[in-house]
């Protein structure tokens, strides 16, 4: 299995970005993938998650202007970010597992990483 990220870069306050997630020999009959981040100092950060049981998850700070969305034909998940702060500045990480799950926050449950896309949000 293979997840690499695309769609970062560098983009002003307000501004929108759309992540892609291609997941490569992962199948998608049953999963969690999740999107999260890690800014410098940090810990990583659950930002969004969604399930093959349809259900989708947030963090409290990015609802409303963050959306997960799966492509399951295009093997690829998505993370479409509106309405860009700064504190969004971060590495952005794809995480998929083969178990759906609730606890989608939790990092140690995923057992494939992708490499990180670089999201940079000016002021």
């Known amino acids: 299995v293979q997840l690499v990220e695309s769609g970062g870069g560098l983009v002003q306050a307000g501004g929108s970005l759309r992540l892609s997630c291609l997941a490569s020999?992962?199948?998608?009959?049953?999963?969690?993938i999740a999107w999260f981040r890690q800014a410098p100092g940090t810990e990583y950060e659950g930002v969004s998650g969604?399930?093959?049981?349809?259900?989708?998850y947030y963090l409290d700070s990015v609802k409303d202007r963050f959306t997960i969305s799966i492509d399951t034909a295009k093997n690829t998940v998505y993370l479409q970010m509106n309405s860009l702060k700064p504190e969004d500045t971060a590495v952005y990480y794809c995480?998929?597992?083969?178990?759906?799950?609730?606890?989608?926050?939790?990092?140690?449950?995923?057992?494939?990483w992708g490499q990180g896309a670089q999201v940079t949000v000016s002021s």
């Open positions: 995480a998929a597992d083969n178990r759906p799950t609730s606890g989608w926050y939790d990092r140690w449950y995923y057992d494939f």
């Open positions: 969604i399930n093959s049981d349809g259900n989708t």
């Open positions: 020999g992962f199948t998608f009959d049953a999963y969690a």
